[in-house]
Every structure is written in C-alpha cells, then in structure tokens.
C-alpha cells in the first residue's frame, strides 16, 4: 500500500524522493503526515476551502482531505485508518485511477464526479448492525440527489442509488473488526456529478445517469458534498441512537428493489430466482422463490428480471 501511493506520488513529482531505496527508509509516521498535509493543499476542481466554509458537522470537523488523484479514496482511508487516524475523516478526490467498486469490480472515475470515502471510527456498534450503515448511507445519498428537485429516485438493494432506473451513486463499505468490536468503517461514496460521458466507457454511459443529465444544469460538486454530509449526519444520528427501525424505514420507503421478480447471486456463486418480498432488520433481502421458502440474502447481486 504505502509502495503503491509512493509511486503514484513520485511519478508526479508530488514528494521529494530521489530513488526507491530511499523510500524505504522513510518514517511511516512522516509519510502518513506527508499525504495528509497534501490533502489540504489547494487543488484545481474541488475547493477544499470552499467545502470547509460554514461546513457545519459535528462528525468531521477539519479533518477533510482533499486530492487531485488518488488510486482509492477507499484505499488510502483504510491507510489512514490503519496507521491511527483517530477521528472520523473525510478524503476526496478529483480523480481515482483504481476505483473500485463492489464484488471486486472496477469503478470509472473520471473528473466531474465525487470519489470520497468516510472514515468513522463508531464507539459502541454492534457487528450485526453494520451493514445498515451502508443502507443509511444509501439513504442519505437519495436524499441529497432528491433535494436538487429530482423525483424519480430509488434505493436498489444493497445500495445502488437511481434515477429513472440508471445507475447515479454506489457504495463500497469496509469495516475492520478485531473479535465482536468495529475497528473502523470506511464508507466509499460515488456520485456521478458533472462528468462528461466520453470520458467513461459505453457500459457506464449506457447504464448511469449523472445529476448535470438529470437536472438539465451543472451543479457544483461542493455543494453536493456538503448536503449529503448534511444527509448522512441527519442519519447517523439515528443509527447512533440505536433507532434502526427509522433507518429501515425510510430505505423501504425508497426501495426500487422490493415486489420485483430478481436473479440473485450469492458470493462463491450460489444464484436463484424469486420475489423480493423485503429486508430484514440486519438489512439482508428476503426473497422468496418458486416453491414457497424465503431465502435470506446478506450479500451478493441482485439483477432484477421484471
Ligand atoms: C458499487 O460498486 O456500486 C460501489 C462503488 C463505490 C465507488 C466509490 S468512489 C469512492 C470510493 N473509492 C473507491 O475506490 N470506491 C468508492
């Protein structure tokens, strides 16, 4: 990991390394402050100063970085967050080279788009509880889009955000756990904003939809960022409070996914068909196939058929 940001840095003269060797030798400690302080210097697109003018949170505070180019936000939180990051953090790029999306899949993310992960550092949550961050999560994303004055929004299980059926923001969720106890969680984030479509390949055209198409008018990356900060507070809250009904309730409210007839397909490859008939309290999917027994689906894929 430190090897792969190293490179990525010298290749663009971002840290005063003469050779490989020398990199070895650098203090962890040092290189960790190195990239933070990076992440507050000024970059072209996404104004840092800007995101932190009136940024009223109690969750993240100053610790906010933001990137030019970064392989993950997702990668380089879980860095953070395993080198000591104490806080609950923020890290945003303008650009990923190797975003990375769910299932191991890859995650086009060209400039125009928000690539950031949260990193929180939960004092008391429950292992069983943590995959409804990410359904909170997912809530707090389809409020912020619903905010721009955009009706047609909804939640695909586990956390695929929609417009009009085409593919707008996807969550990546991490969490580290040492025995029953969550060590951090670092929630990826990905929203395609303004980015213009010849940039990404035609599977991403043909199947997502950016906010600029969807509100007919480009709408500044810091400005979304701040709302669904604004979004994913509101709920966190709740999910702090161990009111997980509320969380529930409002993904349901939201759901493109439940009384459709699915193909569902388990990790190591299991697949079947049947109706989504709902979530549970941990947010697994119940679905219930052709002969009448319900199947509880905690993680996988979930093509919906009709
Ligand atoms: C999905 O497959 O739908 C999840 C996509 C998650 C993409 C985001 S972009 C920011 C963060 N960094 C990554 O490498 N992935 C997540």
């Known amino acids: 990991m430190k090897n792969e940001i190293v490179n990525l840095l010298i290749k663009e003269n971002k840290i005063p390394v003469e050779s490989v060797d020398e990199i070895a030798t650098i203090d962890i400690g040092e290189f960790v402050s190195t990239i933070k302080e990076l992440g507050t210097v000024k970059t072209d697109y996404i104004s840092r100063e800007k995101l932190m003018k009136d940024l009223n949170s109690d969750l993240f505070e100053d610790n906010v970085y933001v990137y030019k180019e970064v392989l993950s ?70 409020n912020t889009i619903r905010s721009f004055n955009i009706d047609d929004v909804e939640i695909k299980w586990p956390n695929d955000i929609l417009i009009g059926g085409k593919k707008i923001s996807g969550i990546l969720t991490e969490a580290t756990a040492t025995l029953n106890t969550i060590k951090y969680i670092v929630i990826g984030v990905g929203i395609d904003v303004n980015f213009e479509t010849e940039n990404v390949s035609d599977d991403v055209q043909e199947l997502s939809i950016s906010l600029k198409e969807a509100s007919g008018k480009k709408i500044e990356e810091v400005v979304v960022i701040k709302k669904f900060l604004e979004e994913f507070e509101k709920i966190f809250k709740e999910f702090e409070n161990k009111n997980y009904e509320s969380v529930l309730k409002q993904w349901r409210q939201q759901s493109y996914s439940i009384g459709k007839y699915a193909h569902i397909t ?41």
């Open 73 to 142: 936000t997702n990668t380089l939180a879980k860095f953070f967050a395993e080198q000591g990051e104490v806080k609950n953090s923020i890290v945003i790029s303008e650009k990923q080279t190797k975003g990375r999306g769910r299932l191991g899949k890859t995650w086009e993310s060209p400039l125009g788009g928000i690539w950031l992960s949260l990193i929180i550092k939960p004092d008391d949550i429950e292992q069983s509880k943590a995959s409804l961050i990410t359904l909170a999560t997912g809530v707090a994303v389809a």
């Open 266 to 306: 388990e990790p190591f490859d299991t697949s079947f068909d049947g109706y989504i008939i709902g979530i549970n309290k941990e947010g697994a999917l119940i679905v219930e196939t052709a002969d009448g027994s319900l199947q509880k689906v905690i993680s996988g894929e979930c093509k919906i058929k009709k």
